[in-house]
């Protein structure tokens, strides 16, 4: 090649570099047939669609008990090129840009940085290396497939005070994935030699992982430019700093793993432990991850542990982790996190049979996967929820789909109906031939659960206290409601009938001996039946107009359902007297605090109204922020203090008043209500039906056929 020919085949080889295609990588399930086998699975763990579901981290970290072997993955074969010991971590990035934060010998300060910025959208990393006879820590954010979106996060960071102060005017700077190879090594070994020759003399080398002629190569890359002139600039310093040094262009479209010393994990805990972390070629490369025995544990998943291989890549601009393992395999997960084991062994099978059409059904609806690991699809949590029951309810239906004029339906299921599944039109708005409205013996989520006392406090206040929390007697208060007595120090007063610390902490904490006025008993919420709230106008205001098409104005005053549909599901709510507009029905289980269901009543605690002499109505409150008590007898109306008032009707009936809007949520039911209720399922298989007749119960004009 002559001297006039390099300079342009430099420029292309950068051109190829800095426009990296997104491809999709292939995919390896069979083609579907009429009614389909797929003997692998392709979940995602983590993937983007491009459209609505982004569920990605900017790096994966797997380990085995014992040990992975890691390599890459394309039409022809899976190639091993470098391994793991056993119950090591190892992480995984695309190799793109990114943003140089800092570059430190203080652990300390890296780990401020790691700390702020993790609590931002812009995730931040720590690398360690030794340069110029140190150990330093380099903090990143990232990775990003374009240059721009690089830029943007340096953007962000640089207006958030926290990250600023920390960096104390410290410029950062955009890294990218163009490097320059400055040679072949026999082994790994030494590549790291020499990598580490060069660090001492204040250059970025890391040994990169290639294969040549289909067995494993060494090289050593520096540098890590974002566009041309930072790569000249990387030459020029080279160059310098170890004159007669050759460097080579990498070429831009080959599969590599290129190697560096992480300490994300070891440095937020005070340690400084390194971890191997493999960047890749993100244009159409698959890391392929096989552990030697047993499942790989993923750390972004809670270190759940999964069958199969590990398939990392970059998809959509995001890092995609795909898990693929034996179809049936993962049925046997699937429906031990869909349903308890414990189950009835029929319940157990149209679990599984549901579970199998589902996830044909799907097709590859994520390009690169089946399905995903969530409940937008259906709940995947790897090896922990395999159970042998739910092992066997799999393979007695193996290969059973369930079809609509020889194709596999989409089989929806769902928690509980609280009595009745629901209409696909008020639902969704839109009907499915094969599910209709039905009854559903869905009660026994209540079975066993115990009671809880709604009390009113000395402060006003308003809770609930479980009944084993309490000595009930005769005792009654002037308006002849019952008193109970506390047992037990420090217990917890909650705003609904159940206990969960995160979304319904503590109100108020009582002691042993303390009179609390019981305003009636419910049984604890479960699928079956709930309350939540209250919630005050303002932060209920706040949630729907998260959610809802056009923004209620003004404070909420009133909230109502207008109207139900055939199972008394809400399909439209008023606020304020106006029809609030929402995509389909079962968007108000958002707009609403995540209801669990969409069958409920409000109860409106801000107005009630009372019937005086001679028939005669008064709603109350009449000022708004003043609570008022008003008797039958008499006209008059009385300032009540604290924040609340017990109202008593005609019958008996008691209700709480408070001075300002708050508004309560009294449901049926669990999710979306369409298809088979697994509570439902479980009733029926109580009940003596087969899986088969559970199937036919809930689902209209199917037939069950076999591969």
Known sequence: MTRRERP????????????????????????????????????ALFVSDGKNYNVTVPTVTLSS??????????????????????????????????????????????????QTLNATQDKAYVFQTAKLGK?????????????????????????????????????????????????????????????????????????????????????????????????????????KLAPGMALQPVAPAAPYLLKRDDVTASIATGGTAAATHYAFNPASQQVWVTPKESGIAV????????????????????????????????????????????????????????????????????????????SSDQVYYGIQREDERVAAAVAATAGEVLTVGGSPIEPYFFSNGGGKTGDPVEVWGQPIPYVQSTASPDEGAQTNKQQWHRVALSSGSIGYIREDFVTESTARNNAGLPVVTVKGAGINIRSAPYVDD?????????????????????????????VRGPYSAGELLKDLNLTIAKPVAGVLERLEVSKRGPSGRAVELKANGQPITVQKPDTFRNALFDAPSTRFEIEETGRYTVLGANGQTRSLPETKGTLYASSAASAAAVPVAGPNMIVMGEAGAIRVATKDPQFRLTGNGSGHGLGMSQWGARGLAEQGYDYKRILQYYYIGITIAKD
């Open 8 to 43: 342009r085949r430099f420029a292309a080889w950068v051109a190829a570099m800095l426009a990296i295609a997104l491809c999709v990588p292939a995919m390896y399930t069979k083609s579907y047939a009429a009614v389909p086998k797929l003997d692998q699975i392709r979940v």
């Open 65 to 114: 008990p014992k040990g992975l072997d890691i390599g890459i993955r394309d039409f022809s074969a899976v190639r091993n090129w470098a391994a793991a010991p056993a119950g090591a971590q190892v992480r995984f990035s695309f190799d793109g840009y990114k943003v140089l934060l800092l570059e430190t010998s203080e652990a300390a300060a890296a780990k401020q940085l790691l």
């Open 135 to 239: 150990i330093v820590y380099q903090v990143y954010a990232g990775m990003y497939v374009s240059r721009d979106e690089a830029g943007a996060a340096q953007q962000r960071i640089a207006a958030n005070a926290a990250a600023a102060a920390l960096l104390k005017g410290a410029p950062a700077t955009i890294a990218g994935p163009l490097h320059w190879n400055a040679g072949a090594f026999p082994t790994e070994a030494a590549a790291g030699q020499q990598a580490d020759a060069f660090r001492q003399l204040g250059l970025d080398a890391w040994v990169a992982l290639l294969e040549a002629g289909g067995t494993p190569s060494y090289q050593v890359w520096i540098g890590e430019a974002a566009d041309m002139e930072q790569l000249n600039a990387v030459q020029l310093q080279a160059v």
């Open 299 to 374: 750390a972004e998943k809670s270190n759940r542990q999964y069958r199969g291989s590990i398939e990392v890549s970059q998809h959509n601009g995001k890092l995609a982790v795909v898990n693929e393992l034996p179809f049936e395999q993962y049925l046997v997960s699937v429906v031990g996190a869909e349903m308890s084991p414990s189950w009835p062994a029929e319940a157990l099978k149209a679990q599984a049979v549901a579970a199998r059409s589902f996830a044909l059904s799907r097709g590859t609806k994520y390009q690169i996967a089946n399905v995903s690991d969530s």
């Open 502 to 530: 995160v979304k319904n902490g503590s109100i108020a904490t009582v002691n042993q001996g303390d009179k609390l006025v019981s305003l009636g008993k419910t049984v604890e919420s479960n699928d079956y039946a709930w």
